[in-house]
RNA sequence: CGGGGCGUAGCGCAGUUGGUAGCGCGCCUGGUUUGGGACCAGGAGGUCGUGAGUUCGAAUCCCACCGCCCCGACCA
């Protein structure tokens, strides 16, 4: 066997470990559907950890959970413009509501629709047009709804996670009286994602406004959560848009105000999606598989009982239930640990190296010498994969939560330092070129650049060979007045440039 | 949609002067093992991506299509 239970190693090929990673932690899998994934139980129980935090989030500030349709109608899409031009391309389209049996077998689709539907790539027309009829005084404001859902945009180029034509995510739309509650409500969701994402998913990320070029269609401002993959690519996490009343000028979202007068709401939207799953596999998973964080871990601790005999099994056993009933009783983060055994008869190491792959925080094996010393062997994932250090009973049930959250913060710190060392300050043309070469030393192992750049054409021009983006302009920290360093225009903060996916 | 690669057992692959399918791992059974991804023996599993063609005969040759991966444009 390897060294190593992925093949190949994340330094041997980046974007096929992560696929490697995806199958051997039976995360998910390619559906006979193009660009579509399956998302399989363990995948699934990942994701369900994710939406129960971020509901719990939402609901603490305010919000409700609803459910709109998967179809537009195709005139939804095209009332407002830039919205238009941003998803007319890569949309699903359905034009027919039969099928008739043809003469050769085939199914024919027949029963042509006057109006073509389209799969939702996002829903703000359609809860826009609901919207509309809802509010119609400022009582009725602020409209703070979230819905759970899936959507479809036609992606050319589909990774697992990353970008599906299908995925499953969380798409809040709000409706607001005054721009300032609007701006407000963005700034707070955008604050949601980025905590989420630091203390639950223990993956930093930078936060703040994107460039007029990255911006959501239709929206006035979009802010953005940035993190760092571990091959030094960006991946955007969450986005969070202010809508300015482009929307609600739309779709005639109106409200009469405390002064009789008619006005135009104040929009906002704001997304997560399963892609975070992609995102915790490349900021924390190794040449081993996948590293889950304690606190989205469906099982955080995975018992093992190790036994020969009948009578050591039902001694080994007992030992076991007992230990994950107390640990059970345990609180980590708010709730109860989350224990499982796994008793399945298999051999020992295989079932070993599976809960390894899956990125179970830690493993507790008990087998009959344990049991006469009234000791556990306890494994975690951040060591190697053979460590073990053996502790009486009693101290691993009265530690583990320290030790979850041991895991969970140096996992943080891990992933923290690895892009503060991947993050440069750059003050000239030169020196980006050079960060961002492709080749020597420096062959894909680019990371976040911190640099004076204008919102300008001309940056784009500079950035686009390299295939760089302005990621965004980080709102954490004070203002650094400077000059871009392609227009000469001063700025007043340095933007985060590299390439993402 | 453009450029490149590739589709043979669940996974990884071999199989070119065209002769009718194999290896490793995995899976099932039995045995020997056992604090570690074991060993021995036996076994199951494939219309060789799909369709049409050349041929007495195609996994191998020709054509079309579909899908996957990498690189672009698009993107949560």
Same mark, same amino acid.
């Given at each position: 066997m390897p060294d190593h239970a992925i093949s190949p190693t994340r330094a041997q090929d980046y974007p096929e470990w992560y696929q490697q990673v995806v199958r051997a932690a039976d995360l998910a899998e390619q559906s006979p559907v193009r660009g579509c994934m399956v998302i399989k139980p363990h995948g699934y129980a990942v994701w369900e950890r994710m939406q129960g935090i971020l509901d719990r989030m939402f609901k603490e500030t305010g919000h409700q959970n609803a459910y709109f349709p998967l179809f537009i109608p195709l005139s939804y899409l095209e009332k407002e413009a830039q919205h238009v031009e941003g998803f007319a391309k890569e949309c699903a389209v359905v034009t027919h509501h039969r099928l008739e049996l043809g003469p050769d077998g085939k199914l024919i689709p027949t029963g042509k629709l006057e109006e073509p539907l389209v799969v &939702?790539?996002?829903s703000e027309t359609i809860i826009g047009a609901m919207y509309a009829k809802w509010i119609q005084s400022w009582r009725d404001l602020p409209v703070l709804i979230n819905q759970w859902a899936n959507v479809v945009r036609w992606e050319m180029r589909p990774r697992l996670?990353? &970008?599906?034509?299908e995925f499953l995510w969380q798409e809040g739309h709000t409706a607001h009286a005054t721009k300032e509650e609007a701006v407000e409500e963005t700034l707070r969701m955008l604050d949601v994602y980025a905590t989420f994402a630091e203390r639950d998913l223990a993956m930093p990320v930078i936060r703040g406004p994107k460039t007029a070029g990255e911006r959501f269609p239709g929206a006035v401002d979009t802010y953005s959560i940035e993190a760092l993959m571990q091959d030094g690519k960006a991946l955007q996490a969450g986005t969070s848009h202010f809508l300015g009343q482009n929307f609600a000028k739309a779709q005639e979202i109106k409200f009469a105000s405390q002064t009789g007068q008619e006005e135009y709401c104040w929009t906002t939207s704001w997304g997560v999606s399963t892609r975070l799953i992609g995102a915790v596999i490349m900021t924390h998973a190794d040449d081993d598989g996948l590293v889950l964080p304690p606190r989205i871990a469906p099982a955080q601790i995975v018992i093992l009982p190790i036994h020969r005999t009948d009578e050591e099994r039902e001694a080994v056993l007992a030992c076991c239930r007992q230990l994950a009933a107390d640990l059970a009783a345990t609180r980590f983060g708010d709730e109860p640990l989350r224990v499982k055994i796994d008793s399945r008869d298999m051999r020992g190491g295989d079932k070993v190296w599976q809960h390894v792959k899956q990125g179970v925080p830690l493993r507790v094996e008990i087998g009959p010498r344990d049991l006469a010393a009234g000791a556990v062997s306890v494994s975690r994932r951040d060591r190697g994969p053979k460590e073990r250090v053996s502790m009486p009973l009693a101290q691993f049930v009265a530690e583990a939560p320290t030790l979850l959250a041991e895991l969970q913060a140096g996992l943080f710190e891990k992933a923290r330092a690895f892009r503060d060392e991947r993050s440069v300050r750059l003050d000239s043309q030169a020196e980006v070129l050079d960060f961002f070469?492709?080749?020597?030393?420096?062959a894909g192992r680019s990371g976040f650049a911190h640099v004076h750049v204008a919102d300008d054409p001309a940056v784009t021009a500079l950035l686009d060979p390299l295939k760089v983006t302005v990621r965004c302009i980080p709102m954490d920290g004070p203002d650094e007045p400077g000059t871009c360093i392609v227009t000469g225009k001063p700025v007043s903060r340095r933007s985060v440039l590299a390439r993402a996916y």
């Open positions: &939702r790539p996002t996670f990353l &970008r599906t034509s070469a492709e080749t020597g030393d420096k």
